[in-house]
């Protein structure tokens, strides 16, 4: 079975910094997908970016990206110029690639707080 | 992205009573469909996977005869808490995916309490 690690249950940054959370995962299959979801206050799952393992280039969205470590099993989560709206809880998710196998096992989380 | 509503968002309910959570697709058809669990301060953790047409597939530790899934549309499946007790309060967060998609759209989720 698949697990998801994240080793910092909170985190917390200063506004227009930089953030990194972490996060490791453990599975035998070759092809996968990992992503991270944004849970804010309202508890609705928004999806911030999302990884194929079969890619060697580390995905980017705006100001979110990821360091993807195929060989190590990590993910990590950088956010850059944090902002007041990125407070939030963070969940690291590993789906399997494989037909029928799409169900999504999340990490513990990561409570990430801006200081303004 | 892909929309998917969740209904109701709150509901309280008695003990011994049973009550419904509906969760719809709204602009695709989900091929699948996935049932959360999420204690307070606590990750989801998945209690069902449905398909349409056919019958869910439970986790580990989790009673079937106790949530009961139906998927009868591929826009349409619910989760249904008989017998619910005080135990069972939570909040119950669906997603659907379509065969196509990288990823699985969520519902707003809601929290049930029994009293």
């Known amino acids: 079975a698949q697990t998801v690690t994240q080793s910092q249950p909170e985190m917390s940054v200063q506004e227009a910094e930089t953030v990194t959370l972490s996060c490791t995962y453990d599975?035998?299959?070759?092809?996968?997908?990992l992503f991270w979801y944004k849970q804010p206050p309202s508890r609705q799952m928004i999806l911030v970016i999302r990884q194929e393992a079969y890619k060697q280039q580390n995905a980017t969205e705006n100001r979110f990206s990821v360091n993807f470590q195929k060989a190590a099993k990590s993910f990590s989560l950088k956010i850059s110029d944090s902002q007041l709206g990125d407070a939030a809880m963070y969940f690291c998710a590993y789906e399997g690639a494989n037909f029928g196998n799409e169900k999504l096992t999340f990490g513990t989380g990561t409570r990430l707080t801006i200081i303004p | 992205g892909a929309v998917v509503s969740q209904h109701p968002s709150r509901v309280i309910c008695k003990s011994g009573t049973s009550v419904k959570i509906e969760c719809r697709s709204l602009d695709f058809q989900a091929t699948t469909m996935f049932w959360y669990r999420q204690f307070p301060k606590q990750s989801l953790m998945l209690m069902a996977t449905?398909?349409?047409?056919?019958?869910?597939?439970?986790e580990q530790g989790v009673e079937k005869d106790k949530f009961l899934i139906n998927h009868a549309s591929l826009t349409l499946s619910t989760l249904t808490v008989t017998s619910a007790h005080p135990e069972d309060s939570s909040f119950y967060i669906c997603?659907?995916?379509?065969?196509?998609?990288?990823?699985?759209?969520f519902g707003q989720g809601t929290r049930l309490t029994v009293v």
């Open positions: 997603s659907a995916s379509w065969a196509y998609y990288l990823e699985a759209f």
């Open positions: 599975t035998s299959e070759s092809d996968y997908y």
């Open positions: 449905s398909n349409e047409g056919s019958k869910a597939t439970y």
